[in-house]
Nanobody, 121 residues
């Protein structure tokens, strides 16, 4: 059973930075695509950033965060990070860590419990 535990959220002023972490249990982290999603009140959940398995330089970002957010992973620690710089009030949301992988012909998706990020003065 996979568990994802997020940390690092909180309240920050506009222009500030936060780093989210997501630690995964189980044995599939190194083969999984890891992603960060967010859900703001009144908006649809959106993919913020993702990083594929095996090649930590292959990343994907939402247009709204390009140049400000950086996703990275440490397979030895089974951890994925989201460095968020130049934060804006529009970045306020609950952020969720996602793990996606294939095993024995089946897709597997797991989610963290979510962590609040609030950008406000």
């Amino acid at each position: 059973q996979v568990q994802l535990v997020e940390s690092g959220g909180g309240l920050v002023q506009p222009g500030g930075s936060l780093r989210l972490s997501c630690v995964a249990s189980g044995i599939f982290f190194s083969i999984a695509t890891m992603g960060w999603y967010r859900h703001a009140p009144g908006k649809q959940r959106e993919l913020v950033a993702s990083i594929i398995s095996g090649d930590s330089t292959s990343t994907n970002y939402a247009d709204s965060v390009k140049g400000r957010f950086t996703i990275s992973r440490d397979n030895a620690k089974a951890t994925v990070y989201l460095q968020m710089n130049s934060l804006k009030p529009d970045d306020t949301a609950v952020y969720y860590c996602n793990m996606h992988y294939w095993s024995r012909g089946s897709q597997n998706d797991y989610w963290g419990q979510g962590i609040q990020v609030t950008v406000s003065s």
